[in-house]
């Protein structure tokens, strides 16, 4: 993990995504799938299956069903310290969405305490392009394209933490604003990038 410099321009404004970036949703959805289906199908799927952020009705049924599951996800490796980090020296807000349902929004700030990590905002919502920031880290090519969109001088990492096809398909328009990150220390490494880019 780097160290961020002294000099480093602390202001920016950080919004760090939920699934896919603190927490890991789709390993849990995908075996709870498989259990469920492979008996009539035959088929198991994995994350290469992932082809879009959209999930089949299928998966989504589990995670908008399941109690307290997104209470119970597990932290991507190196997530936990990696936002605690950043919240020490930049303005980090988490931005998620709850797709309309209130279980779901308790699940998320329950999460956010068992983690200790309640002096993190959080910011419910399902357009990210309503937020003001500099900096958006996230897996959904959408919320990167809309974010990016709203305003000059924002820029975003994509994050791809398992491998996920669906991550891959962003915008050629929006590619000279984004780098890409495939763990918590690259990441880390990009926020670095892009808050000295005349170093
Ligand atoms: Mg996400």
Known sequence: MIKLQR???????????????MCDMLTPVIAIYNRQHY????????????????LPAGMKDI?????NFFA???????????????ARHFKVYFVTDALSNPNIARDKL??????????????????K??????????????????????????????VDLKGAPYTQKL???????????KSWDEILDRVYEFSVPFK
Do not use: C
Request: charged share 25%; no cysteine; aromatic share 8%.
């Open 7 to 21: 000099r480093v321009t602390m202001n920016k404004v950080l919004l760090v995504d939920f699934d896919g970036v």
């Open 39 to 54: 008996h009539y199908t035959g088929e198991m799927l994995s994350i290469k299956d992932i082809t879009d952020w959209v």
């Open 63 to 67: 995670f908008m069903h399941t109690p």
């Open 72 to 86: 119970d996800l597990k932290p991507h490796e190196g997530a936990i310290e990696g936002v605690t980090y950043l």
């Open 110 to 127: 329950r999460w956010r305490e068992n983690y200790e990590l309640t002096n993190i905002p959080i910011i419910i919502t399902g357009d």
């Open 129 to 158: 392009a309503l937020i003001n920031g500099d900096i958006i880290i996230d897996d959904a090519p959408h919320h990167l394209k809309n974010f990016i969109s709203s305003g000059s001088g924002k820029v975003g990492i994509s």
């Open 171 to 181: 915008d050629q328009d929006i590619k000279p604003f984004i780098k890409t990150a």
